[in-house]
Every structure is written in C-alpha cells, then in structure tokens.
C-alpha cells in the first residue's frame, strides 16, 4: 500500500491550500482514510478523518470551519482544502489510511491507522 501526499508549499497568511493523498495497493472506496501534521518540535496530532464512503468527517477543533476533507473514490484521493490559514497551521502534513475495510469510526489517534504517506510541508507565512 502506497500513499502519496502533495500540494504542500508557502502561504501567506489567510491563503488557502490544496493537499492531495492517492493511494495505490488497496481498495481505495473501502478505505476510511485521515490526515495528521506535525509541527517542528510538536508530537504529530490530528487533523480530519473521512469515512470510507465520504459521508462521516471528523476535523480537530483547531481547524473546524477552515478546513474541509473530501474523497474521489474513482481517482483513489483524498484531498484536505484548507482556508483561511494561520501561522500555527505550518506543519507537515500526512495522510493515513485505515487497514480494516468498512470501518469508520471519526479516528482521532495514530494507532487507528496502518498505512502513512512521506509528509508534505506546509508553511504560512506573515
């Protein structure tokens, strides 16, 4: 199973992004997928979870209304829009897929994922 993150880079402060995660080596539209970050010095912390159908989210409090995460089950990614961005967004951000098919449950810790992209960086800037 491969997952490959891009659409990292610099943004001004206010700027939106696009990330994108294709996976590769599983049935994508059975596969509950979630994005993390971490930030320099900081432990790795969630950001958004989706269901492997698109219909369940899940988002941390700190990003809740300025991001949004969406799935293309015919293009096998998962995509996190992220508005309105703040300096404490500046992280590198991973995306993750749950192993068990058809499972679903807003997963918020680590552990509740198997396979992990490389990171793709994101900075905002003043």
């Known amino acids: 199973v491969q997952l490959q993150a891009s659409g990292g880079g610099l943004v001004q402060a206010g700027g939106s992004l696009r990330l994108s995660c294709l996976v590769s080596g599983r049935t994508f539209s059975s596969t509950s997928m979630g994005w993390f970050r971490q930030a320099p010095g900081k432990e790795r912390e969630f950001v958004a979870a989706?269901?492997?159908?698109?219909?369940?989210?899940a988002y941390a409090d700190s990003v809740k209304g300025r991001f949004t995460i969406s799935r293309d089950n015919a293009k096998n990614t998962v995509y996190l829009q992220m508005n309105s961005l703040k300096l404490e967004d500046t992280a590198v951000y991973y995306c993750?897929?749950?192993?068990?098919?058809?499972?679903?449950?807003?997963?918020?810790?680590?552990?509740?994922?198997?396979?992990w992209g490389q990171g793709t960086q994101v900075t905002v800037s003043s």
């Open positions: 989706i269901s492997y159908s698109g219909r369940g989210t």
């Open positions: 993750a897929a749950v192993g068990r098919n058809y499972y679903y449950t807003g997963a918020t810790t680590e552990y509740e994922y198997d396979y």
